[in-house]
């Protein structure tokens, strides 16, 4: 079983930056993609990030390109989610998601994913 615990979130304001952190406890997931998803209130939850395994391979929902970086420090057991220039539209509940078994996926499906954090919010203002 992987458990994920997500924290970091908070009120920021726009142009601003915040440190997501998503660390596994139960067993690790080191061995398997981790992404970020996030619910904007009144929308539906979106893809926002992944990371490979090993580190190598990344993605990107186009809407953050340049301004999240996802990276993971698996000695630590966590995946973390760096944002910078923050914007009103970034609000939203943020969780981070687990693969459990390794091979070809699509990366930003939700059903992908067996193992799922609680969320931490983000709230940017204008």
């Known amino acids: 079983q992987v458990q994920l615990v997500e924290s970091g979130g908070g009120l920021v304001q726009a142009g601003g930056s915040l440190r997501l952190s998503c660390t596994a406890s139960?067993?690790?997931?080191?061995?398997?993609?981790v992404a970020w998803f996030r619910q904007a209130p009144g929308k539906e939850r979106e893809f926002v990030t992944a990371i490979s395994s090993s580190g190598l391979s990344t993605f990107y929902v186009a809407s953050v390109k340049g301004r999240f970086t996802i990276s993971r420090d698996n000695a630590k057991n966590t995946v973390y989610l760096q944002m910078n220039s923050l914007k009103p539209e970034d609000t939203a509940v943020y969780y981070c998601?687990?693969?459990?078994?390794?091979?070809?996926?699509?990366?930003?499906?939700?059903?992908?994913?067996?193992?799922w954090g609680q969320g931490t919010q983000v709230t940017v203002s204008s």
């Open positions: 998601a687990s693969r459990t078994v390794t091979g070809t996926y699509n990366y930003n499906k939700e059903n992908e994913y067996a193992y």
């Open positions: 139960g067993r690790t997931f080191n061995g398997y993609t």
